[in-house]
């Protein structure tokens, strides 16, 4: 009943009530009856109508004496109205108490309700008799549908152990504290911290049970996927054919905060104190290693990796400088590589790739991927080898291409010998032997006898099977001797050659016999574009600088070019546009180059002739200002 319908009941009864003591000859006491209509009032639950129930009884009991019976005989009505108003008096006494008492009552259940953690009383028999608002929201019953109900059957707990154990320890201490699963009104699985308090009456006996429930269910998924993941990791781990070391770089992130570099930039500080690079280096401690890196270290384990790492990776190791400064420079990856020395002394080169993690301990988490590549070094220098026996056999077929040009070199200094010879003769065998000119003859025999040897060391030289140099070199000089060597092939052709070079060109660093061989076959390539061609035949050679910091070189012809489908091609080994070539020429001419620093690349439209760039870095020692 709403509180308005109490008001008005409360009222009609208290009415009746008066009418009755009035208009009825009864003499019992029946304002007693009054207290009907208070304790109606009261269930509204507000003091305020308690005291107006009490007061309009009052009046009516007092009004309803008047009424029957006069003041001047004090009697049995007077005596009954004393009663009744006592009555009166009591029951709101009463009443206000109960409703102070409910209004703690009250005002604690709202406290509860407050709370985020599902809290419910339930009584010995496991009966719930409270269900706060958290309880509703997570669990899915109102009060109303959950006050009544057994706990473990509507929640469907599941204990960590028996049921009667867990009561047993409730009863003996008073406390329980676990960890349940319990299911929602849609059927929904939680995981619960529960803490379970006994209650007791004013007799010591218990009588209920407070659970206060946290839901867990998260975090326990969270956990479980931690674990799940750190298992995973574990058998990555220690599974993996890949090194991997994980080292803590906190203490190298203090020492480089607390670095001061004078002004310099961090990488030339550390190059110039490298001192300080083998100190960070011992500043990374090594927090596990995994069975293959200790096994491509030749170590026992761990232990021993982490001892030996000193021994490991050399005094004079260079690759932790770069990774210092990627680590400084908060970057995430660092690649290099270096060699690592196995404990049983075997150099193993190794590829290694350093995570620096981004989160706020990720310095504590540093890993280093490190790859074996010992076979990938020997292929590689399989690979070299092939290429310069390749590259040479390339030179000895040029020779046959150049034996006109070379019978033509060697035959003019031979001819100019035989000349100055001759002439000497001439002077020795007159009457008066003019030993002036006999001595001018004999220094023009020695300077063409050394020109001929000269060219016939470069021929030598050309053709011979050696590793190569990493000398300071002139390109006018290469440019000079290459032009030699093709001069005669160019001529038999009718090819004019321009050359056009920059005056005090920096030197470059190579080998002097694989740059000639790529000027060499540049040059020929070009000529041999333009045999047969009507109309002048021309290939200009220019050597200049790029950048302030390159030599660039162009070779150009005026011949035909090359076709649009051919020029993807063009550098691909075995591939070739001339019948009867092996198509490793430009090949090789780019391979070379590239194992300078340098680059060759070429362009060409049908009908306009094709150029050739070819870029190399000048030597650091003589950069250009």
């Given amino acids: 009943m709403s509180r308005g319908g109490l008001r008005f009941w409360s009222a009609v009864l208290a009415f009746a009530v008066f009418l009755v003591d009035v208009l009825t000859p009864l003499e019992g006491a029946v304002a007693v009856l009054y207290v009907v209509a208070i304790l109606l009032a009261a269930k509204t639950h507000r003091r305020n109508d308690i005291v107006a129930a009490a007061a309009g009884c009052s009046v009516l009991t007092i009004t309803a004496y008047l009424l029957s019976h006069d003041l001047e005989a004090i009697a049995s009505p007077a005596l009954r109205a004393l009663v009744s108003l006592a009555a009166i008096g009591i029951t709101t006494l009463l009443a206000l108490q109960n409703h102070a008492a409910t209004k703690r009552l009250a005002a604690q259940a709202r406290l509860l309700n407050l709370s985020h953690d599902m809290i419910f009383v339930r009584d010995r028999r496991g009966v719930i008799t409270f269900w706060n608002r958290a309880a509703e929201h997570a669990y899915g019953w109102s009060a109303d549908e959950a006050v009544g109900q057994h706990a473990d059957a509507l929640l469907r ?35 619960v911290d529960a803490r379970w308090a006994l209650q007791h009456d004013h007799l010591g006996k218990p009588v209920g049970v407070l659970e206060t429930h946290t839901d867990v269910t998260d975090r326990v998924a969270a956990h479980n996927a931690l674990v799940l993941s750190e298992q995973r990791y574990r058998r990555m781990f220690d599974a993996s054919r890949v090194g991997v070391v994980e080292e803590d770089w906190s203490a190298v992130r203090t020492a480089l905060n607390s670095l ?10 550390l190059a110039r104190n490298p001192e300080f690079v083998r100190h960070a280096r011992r500043l990374a401690g090594i927090t596990d290693v995994n069975p293959a890196l200790q096994k491509m270290a030749g170590a026992s384990g761990s232990a021993a990796f982490v001892g030996n790492v000193d021994r490991l990776l050399g005094e004079n190791d260079r690759s932790f400088l770069g990774a210092l400064v990627a680590f400084a420079e908060g970057e995430r990856f660092h690649e290099g590589e270096t060699d690592l020395v196995s404990l049983d002394g075997r150099k193993v080169p190794v590829l290694f790739t350093i995570t620096f993690p981004a989160e706020p301990d990720g310095d504590r988490n540093v890993l280093a991927f490190v790859i074996d590549i010992t076979e990938r070094k020997q292929a590689q220098d399989a690979l070299l080898a092939a290429q310069a026996e390749l590259a040479h056999a390339a030179r000895v077929a040029t020779l046959g291409e150049l034996s006109a040009s070379i019978a033509h070199e060697v035959n003019q200094p031979l001819a100019a010998i035989v000349t100055s010879g001759e002439a000497g003769l001439r002077w020795l065998r007159r009457d008066v032997p003019d030993l002036k000119e006999v001595a001018t003859t004999i220094g023009h025999v020695v300077a063409q006898g050394r020109r001929a040897s000269e060219i016939v060391t470069r021929i030598r030289t050309f053709l011979k099977k050696a590793s190569p140099q990493q000398d300071l070199l002139q390109i006018d000089e290469i440019i000079e001797e290459a032009t030699l060597l093709i001069a005669r092939e160019l001529a038999k052709d009718d090819v004019a050659l321009i050359v056009k070079t920059e005056h005090g060109l920096p030197p470059v660093r190579g080998d002097r016999i694989q740059l000639q061989q790529v000027l060499v076959n540049l040059l020929i390539n070009a000529g041999q574009a333009m045999s047969g061609r009507p109309g002048s035949r021309t290939v200009t050679l220019r050597a200049g600088t790029v950048d302030g910091e390159n030599l660039a070189i162009t070779v150009e012809d005026s011949g035909p070019g090359i076709q649009p489908d051919d020029l993807p091609r063009l550098f691909d080994p075995f591939f070739t546009t001339k019948g009867g070539g092996m198509g490793m020429g430009l090949a090789i001419c780019r391979t070379t180059v590239e194992a300078h620093g340098g680059r060759l690349s070429v362009e060409s439209s049908p009908g306009s002739g094709a150029t050739f760039h070819l870029t190399l870095p000048f030597s650091q020692e003589h950069a250009l200002p």
């Fill in 157 to 191: 707990t599941a204990y960590p152990d028996r049921r009667e154990v867990i009561e047993a320890g409730l009863l003996d201490i008073g406390r329980w504290e676990g960890r349940l699963e319990q299911r929602t009104k849609a059927g929904g699985a939680l995981t």
């Fill in 260 to 269: 001061e570099t004078g002004g310099a930039t961090l990488r030339d500080y």
